[in-house]
């Protein structure tokens, strides 16, 4: 094969695997929304900066394989592997990844659970402590007020005899 053909299979190859990625990417996307719900200003925010940024690849891609050239090839080409992504991989992907990412993070926030359950306790402890301290507190203030009182209305008696 001449090298001009390899040249263009090349690009039009490169093409393809930049369909793909950009469905992968925005797979990886679908994922973290399923994990987290958004709202639709935060999912349109997303959806521009990602098609931003794979604005930027593709035409870094068109620039360094074509110096900077749109070939409707290499736009059919993102178009196949887009296709192609979709077609093997479907929905299993983002249903997979976000169910294991789930069950991970479940499982992680258990065993935080169950770590940090004895300092919850300790806590639990501290606060009844302190809020019976606090009572037992208040109830001396009282008294010692009281006692200072009757002592102050003694001197005053007694100063006033005099």
């Known amino acids: 094969m001449s090298q001009e053909i390899v040249r263009e299979l090349t690009f039009f190859t490169h093409s393809v695997l930049m369909g793909v990625a950009i469905t992968f990417v925005y797979d990886w996307l679908r994922v973290l929304r399923r994990l987290y719900k958004h709202g639709k200003v935060l999912t349109s925010i997303e959806d521009l900066f990602f098609w931003f ?13 074509n110096e900077g050239t749109l070939r409707w090839f290499a736009v059919l080409g993102a178009a196949i592997g887009m296709f192609f992504y979709k077609i093997v991989v479907r929905d299993a992907f983002v249903n997979i990844m976000s169910t294991c990412i789930h069950k991970i993070m479940w499982f992680v926030f258990r065993v935080i659970q169950i770590v940090l359950k004895p300092v919850k306790c300790l806590i639990y402890a501290g606060k009844t402590f302190v809020l019976f301290a606090g009572r037992k507190l208040k109830k001396c203030i009282i008294f010692i007020k009281k006692r200072l009182t009757v002592f102050i209305k003694t001197i005053r008696m007694v100063l006033c005899k005099r």
């Open 53 to 65: 940024a794979c604005g930027i690849g593709v035409f870094y891609m068109l620039y360094r394989e």
